[in-house]
Structures are given as C-alpha cells and as structure tokens.
C-alpha cells in the first residue's frame, strides 16, 4: 500500500489507534499536518461517533510524543554532522527538511533554550524540528518530554475544539479548508505569545 493510500486509509477509519498513529508521524520528520487529523476526528466526535474527544487530545498528545522521541533520539545518537547530512539528502528534500529549516530551529533552541521545546511545539514550521536540537544538545530526557507533552497537549486541544466547534457550523466538505485557516492563524497567535514569554523571561533574568 502506497503511503498516500495509507494516510486516506486511516483517515476514512478514524480511531484512536490510528489518531496515535498519524500523530507520530506529523511530529517526525516526515511532513505530515496534525490539522488533518485531529479536527476531523473531533468532528466526528461531536456528530455522535464513538470518538471521545477527549481521548482524542490523549491519544494524538501520545502519538506526538512519539514522534518527537524519534526525532529526538536520532539526533542525541548521530550528532550533528549526520543529521545536516540527512537534511540535505534526496530523502530529506522528500521530507521537507533542508540545512536552513535545521539550522533556523537549532538558533531557536539557542535562543530561548529548554522552554523552546514548549512554546515551539505550537509554531508552525518549528513544531516538528525543535526535537532535533533538543536531542544535538542533549536535553534531558524528563524535561524534555514534560515540555514536549505539555505543548502538544495544548495544540491538539486548540485542534480537537475547533473540529468540534466546526460540526455544527461547517459542512464535512468545507471542514479542512476552515481548519487550516484558523490553525495559522492560531500558529501566528502563539508566535507572538511566545516571544513574549521570552522577552519577559530574559527581563526577569536581567533584573
């Protein structure tokens, strides 16, 4: 089975194994939008699935972890020159990963530190590489997954309340395109509230 075939398999049987399983692989390097599966999901939860919604934010939160640990222990275990070697491969360029995506979230880990792990996990385009200069550092494993936990929990609720939300106001068909718009906008809004947080931290230091 091809893998787009495999990706539209699961999504026509949304289930928590499947939620899992999607997850993992939006928060590994292979490109793949978490705004594709857990709307949808929560959507059908709201219709009178089976789904919990809530189960559903546990089990995408799991699914993400997952993926993030992948990319995480590649990168404590290879080290720098293989992934920049990956990055700029054939398979790279297919996964979407450059040198300057890797290099732009390891000045991003630099800059902001361990709390990058937290607040890139809701940042379009950082979300899914923070793990990879959490690992070339050698984060620790315990703060890493807190923080990784803690931020995909809180994108995949944002997610499983929009595709919520959305099922009483958005026709199937109109879902994805809504989806999409609201989580970048979303995306924008945490950016913002990020480096906030950044700018507060470093004054606080400071002071």
């Not at 049987?13 to 709307?39: D, G, H, K, Q, R």
């Not at 050698?138 to 803690?150: A, G």
Request: net charge neutral; hydrophobic share 50%; aromatic share 14%.
């Amino acid at each position: 089975m091809e893998s787009v075939e495999f990706i539209q398999w699961c999504l026509n049987n949304l289930n928590y194994w499947t939620i899992t399983i999607l997850m993992a692989i939006e928060s590994s390097f292979i490109p793949f939008p978490s705004e594709v599966v857990v709307p949808p999901a929560a959507y059908k939860a709201a219709s009178g699935g089976e789904l919990n919604v809530f189960l559903i934010v546990f089990f995408a939160t799991i699914g993400a972890n997952i993926g993030a640990l992948i990319n995480y222990g590649l990168s404590y275990f290879v080290g720098r020159p293989i992934v920049y070697s990956f990055a700029n491969s054939r398979i790279g360029h297919m996964c979407l990963i450059d040198a300057e995506k890797v290099q732009k979230a390891e000045r991003y880990f630099d800059e902001h530190g361990a709390l990058s792990t937290f607040v890139g996990r809701l940042i379009p385009a950082i979300r899914q590489l923070i793990s990879i200069p959490a690992g070339l550092s050698k984060m620790k494993l315990s703060t890493f997954i807190l923080y990784t936990t803690l931020g995909a929990g809180i994108w995949n609720s944002i997610l499983a309340a929009i595709g919520y939300y959305l099922e009483s106001v958005v026709p199937e068909d109109q879902l994805m395109g809504t989806v999409t718009k609201y989580s970048h906008e979303i995306g924008y809004g945490f950016i913002a509230i990020g480096v906030a947080i950044v700018l507060y931290l470093i004054y606080k230091g400071r002071k």
